[in-house]
């Protein structure tokens, strides 16, 4: 059975860190593009960052960008979000996801897990 399962999220005060886990079952995540997205209440869901499959190449939302971390664990099939410096607005339900390439295209994510919480406030 294929799946994602995303973990690592909590409550955290404003400018601490979280490291998120998107670990995969049931397949192999090295021949996949690994997205990072988040969804606040109200908002639509907006991607974070993705990772390729190909060169390991990286790519960050603005919003995120010197903040976050994406990296890959091949031996593990997990993909990290390290977060640090959260803001109140980080707060949101985080996807994972798997794609061929790198996009902010939901559409193009194939297999997606159930989400983690992530709330930033003190």
């Known amino acids: 059975q294929v799946q994602l399962v995303e973990s690592g999220g909590g409550l955290v005060q404003p400018g601490g860190s979280l490291r998120l886990s998107c670990a995969a079952s049931g397949f192999t995540l090295d021949y996949y593009a690994i997205g990072w997205f988040r969804q606040a209440p109200g908002k639509e869901r907006e991607g974070v960052s993705c990772?390729?499959?190909?060169?390991?190449?990286?790519y960050y939302a603005d919003s995120v960008k010197g903040r976050f971390t994406i990296s890959r664990d091949n031996a593990k099939n997990t993909v990290y979000l390290q977060m640090n410096s959260l803001k109140p607005e980080d707060t949101a339900v985080y996807y994972c996801?798997?794609?061929?390439?790198?996009?902010?295209?939901?559409?193009?994510?194939?297999?997606w897990g159930q989400g983690t919480q992530v709330t930033v406030s003190s």
């Open positions: 996801a798997t794609a061929r390439w790198c996009s902010w295209y939901l559409g193009g994510y194939d297999y």
């Open positions: 990772i390729s499959s190909s060169d390991g190449s990286t």
